[in-house]
């Protein structure tokens, strides 16, 4: 049964309110700038996205009535899956094909692993059969977030998933690189100048996002906003007639308009019961982060892939902390990305279907 996500109510602002109004907008910005700066000053994953989302959890657990504009929310979740296209070239189908048997076993176990954590998460009533599934959803988090919401479970509590999973992933990760390669990783700058903007190419990456955003909208396509340019940017890069063009600044603000939809959702009641299920949350993440160290040690084992590869091919979730750091590392990151890649595309069509699927078996 489809769960209604709730949402801010519609409240009409009154002149004498504008500058207050105005004034709530100014500090969830700073705030979410501040959060920003501070999580990647401590090399947190996703700082981008996970500054705004607690600045507007903060907000929202003091009732300020700030939201953003539905349609505003369409077109970042668009630029969003132009991202996660410019990343995931059909280059990676060869690499998939050349190893079928290992991506099915690998991709298979993974997302057996999560759907298993997820089923008794809702068994023991600890959230509604499909949030605790899509929270627990290998993938990119982002879009795992956006899919979620669009397919009826509470983008609040699967954000708190995925976003904790994001972070645990990425610690036990870079440890393990580490431990692995002390003297071959390096950390990534944290500033670096930007490539040289190329306008053309912006034009059609924008009229690919607000097209693909428009259509998500006319048709009602459940998760379209994502889904839609995703696919269509795949293609189109990859038969050459569109070249992804995403400066910081765009990616920065969408993440922003995402992060503060999903924050100011939080009301002390969601906070009060996030808090409840932390403990639990944090043991079920641990289970399928050491589950994947035990399949990575088999795909090691009797596939002879090396270990440090199996490790980050297998982690599950974070796939752009994986990537930066298997470009650091010596690992065969074609495989690396095909197998992280491969599991999103599973979890894209597969996801809804099994979501559902365990909701009615735990009723």
């Known amino acids: 049964m489809r769960q209604p996500v709730p949402d801010l109510p519609n409240i009409p602002i009154l002149p004498r309110d504008r500058r207050r109004h105005a004034a709530h907008w100014a500090g969830l910005v700073a705030g979410s ?8 000053r401590l090399h947190l994953s996703a700082a981008l996205l996970m500054g705004p989302i607690a ?112 972070l645990l992933v990425g610690v036990v990760a870079t440890a393990v690189t580490r431990l692995w390669l002390p003297d071959h990783v390096a950390g990534a700058p944290m500033f670096a100048a930007p490539p040289p903007l190329h306008w053309a190419a912006l034009g059609e990456t924008l009229a690919l996002a607000a097209s693909g955003a428009w259509l998500a909208i006319r048709l009602r396509i459940p998760a379209g906003g994502l889904l839609v340019p995703l696919f269509a940017g795949v293609v189109l890069q990859d038969t050459g007639l569109l070249a992804i063009e995403l400066p910081w600044w765009l990616l920065a603000s969408c993440y922003a308009l995402v992060g503060w939809s999903i924050g100011l959702r939080f009301t002390p009641a969601i906070l009060r019961h996030a808090a409840r299920l932390l403990p639990r949350v944090v043991a079920g993440i641990c289970t399928l982060i050491v589950t994947c160290c035990g399949l ?54 597969c996801g809804p279907a099994l979501a559902r699927a365990v909701a009615r078996r735990v009723q």
């Open 33 to 40: 700038i501040a959060c920003a700066l501070l999580f990647q």
């Open 296 to 349: 990575a040690w088999l795909l090691a084992h009797f596939a002879h892939v090396d270990p440090l590869t199996a490790y980050l091919a297998t982690s599950p979730g974070g796939a752009d902390t994986v990537a930066i750091i298997a470009a650091s590392s010596p690992v065969n990151v074609p495989f690396v990305m095909a197998m992280q890649s491969a599991r999103f595309i599973v979890v894209a069509f």
């Open 55 to 166: 600045a507007a959890i903060f907000f929202a657990s003091r009732e300020t009535h700030v939201r953003v504009p539905p349609r505003l929310f369409v077109f970042a979740q668009a630029i969003v899956g132009c991202m996660i296209a410019r990343t995931m070239p059909l280059a990676l189908l060869g690499e998939i094909g050349r190893s079928w048997p290992l991506f099915v076993m690998a991709v298979g176990s993974v997302l057996a692993a999560s759907v298993a954590l997820g089923w008794l998460m809702a068994r023991w009533r600890l959230l509604p059969g499909t949030t605790a599934v899509w929270g627990s959803f290998p993938g990119a988090a982002t879009a795992m977030v956006l899919m979620a919401e669009a397919f009826g479970a509470d983008a609040r509590l699967v954000a708190l998933m995925q976003y904790l999973r994001v």
